[in-house]
């Protein structure tokens, strides 16, 4: 598809097993709605990230109805219903609330694919009774994707006690020296545990497409 600047990747899900998810942050109404159109016209799922409700709100009604948006983690899908889910042992921890945008992100994408993820918020290292709680459950998931900001420390934590295939999802989340989410970057490029793997920060998208490819390995094993 060439229209309004925009080419679609048509072959991704043939190459990687996954398509091309709409990063909607910086299109335009016009750009936004052709995807739409293309994808309603065509009966195809697609995928949009970083959606805001402004953006959202920028659209003809017809298109809005199209969508099924969730303000939480800003992303819509056309033809959510697709694809039937299955739980796959995945878990999206937070360390905090705050750090739930991002997770979501996550989240949203894995339900996208048909991969079922067990959410557990609010679970960091300020009080880590509250992991603790779910360690019994944890240790059957075969991905843990963990969403933290601040100085990161969750990530070690889980990477320390859990088994699964650890990817830290680094946040823009913290004051001062936590500096937008780098400092929980460095942490999780850091870390002693060993293991642990790391997706830019905010990237939740990324960090479900990452758990989507370790999925795949394992069933091939």
Known sequence: MIEHGIRYDHQREQRLGFDEAVYAASKSPAQLQALIAQAVESGASRLFTRLAPEQLQALAPGQRQALDYDPRSRTAIVNASARPLRDSAVAVLTAGSSDSPAAFEAVRTLAYYGHHAHCIEDVGVAGLWRLLEHVEMLREMRVLI???????????????????????????????????????????????????LAVNIDNGYGAACAALRMLRAMRAD
């Open 146 to 196: 963990v969403s933290a900001g601040m100085e990161g420390a969750l990530f070690s934590v889980v990477g320390g006690l859990l088994p699964g295939v650890v990817v830290a999802l680094p946040t823009s989340v913290g004051y001062g020296v936590s500096a937008n989410g780098h400092a929980a970057l460095q942490s999780a490029l850091a870390s002693c545990a060993p293991g642990v």
